[in-house]
């Protein structure tokens, strides 16, 4: 066949294969692993804290909504970077404009079905406008889980970063080994912190952003030794062992005392939860049963008197159980 023809087919394969490996390196530029870790560093700097405004102007942008209408309108709520700042503690990748929107979808849906069953219009709006603080209540219950687990890792944070120091490497240093060695969540906090020092922030500045976006009680002892020592001098490898100590047996005595207290607790779910349980059991055996207590302007406020009263048992045991360290 004619020469012409072969290097024809030779080049337009070759144009073929660049463009396709184009194509899949501009795609993970913009949506590959390393642009999503990229966008969540963003992300948390944007939140973290204490950086300079002008610095903050295009991120904040990205991190109420992509919308920019809505992002003008969360803008304008007060302590909307507290909230953000809030989601971000938890580990989750929502944005405000998500969490509003889960809780704005979820009552609607409840309400809708609530049409379907044999359930008081009062009592399904009651419990349509409930079910709006459940992502509200799923944030938190990750946030506190998060904190659990960067208080549990904290102690060997403070024995590694003591072990560089005495091994002979900066604190900067120390702090890049802890991200790269921490499993996470305390390696990707001390990865913003590391990316912030070489970015340009000080020191100083980097670990009050850490304290901000890590409310921790001993990582605030932590940076607060960290930076007294800075300034009055002094072995920073025993403080911080001795840090490590403290935390190592304030964790125990909290084990020990959520032992004892694990009974307390069970006991309060179950007093809790048992009487609406009880009324849902007899509502789909017997669903005219319990029409007296909507019905009846003595049942209104039994049920009134009984809320108030349920109230007051749930805060009360809450108080009981909840024993701080």
Do not use: C
């Amino acid at each position: 066949m004619n020469p012409i023809f072969y290097a024809f087919a030779i080049l337009l394969f070759l144009a073929v294969v660049l463009a396709l490996e184009g194509g899949y390196q501009w795609w993970n530029n913009r949506h590959g692993p390393s642009a999503r870790r990229i966008e969540s560093r963003i992300r948390a700097l944007s939140a973290g804290g204490q950086v300079h405004k002008d610095r903050l102007t295009i991120l904040k942008n990205r991190m109420l909504s992509e919308s920019q209408t809505l992002d003008k309108l969360l803008m304008r709520l007060p302590r909307i970077q507290t909230l953000d700042l809030w989601i971000q503690q938890s580990g989750l990748k929502w944005s405000i404009a998500r969490l509003f929107g889960a809780s704005l979808v979820l009552p609607a849906a409840v309400l809708g079905a609530a049409t379907f069953a044999p359930v008081p219009t009062l009592f399904a709006a009651l419990g349509a406008l409930t079910t709006s603080a459940i992502p509200f209540l799923y944030v938190s219950r990750r946030r506190s889980k998060r904190l659990r687990q960067l208080e549990r890792q904290l102690p060997d944070v403070a024995d590694m970063i003591s072990r560089a120091l005495r091994a002979g490497h900066a604190f900067s240093g120390a702090i890049g080994m802890v991200s790269t060695e921490f499993a996470e969540p305390m390696g990707g906090e001390f990865r913003i912190t590391f990316d912030e020092i070489n970015y340009g922030v000080s020191l100083n500045e980097a670990l009050l952003n850490l304290a901000t976006r890590v409310p921790v009680r001993d990582l605030r002892y932590f940076v607060i030794a960290v930076l007294i020592q800075r300034e009055t001098g002094g072995n920073l490898a025993e403080v911080l062992d001795g840090i490590a100590t403290l935390i190592r047996e304030r964790l125990k005595l909290f084990d020990k005392i959520r032992v004892l207290s694990a009974e307390g607790k069970l006991s309060a779910w179950i007093l809790g939860l048992l009487p609406f349980v009880t009324a849902g059991f007899m509502m789909v055996l017997n669903p005219s049963f319990l029409d007296v207590l909507w019905q009846d302007p003595a049942g209104i406020k039994m049920l009134q008197t009984l809320a108030f009263s349920m109230l007051f048992g749930v805060m009360w045991m809450r108080r009981i159980v909840k024993i701080r360290v």
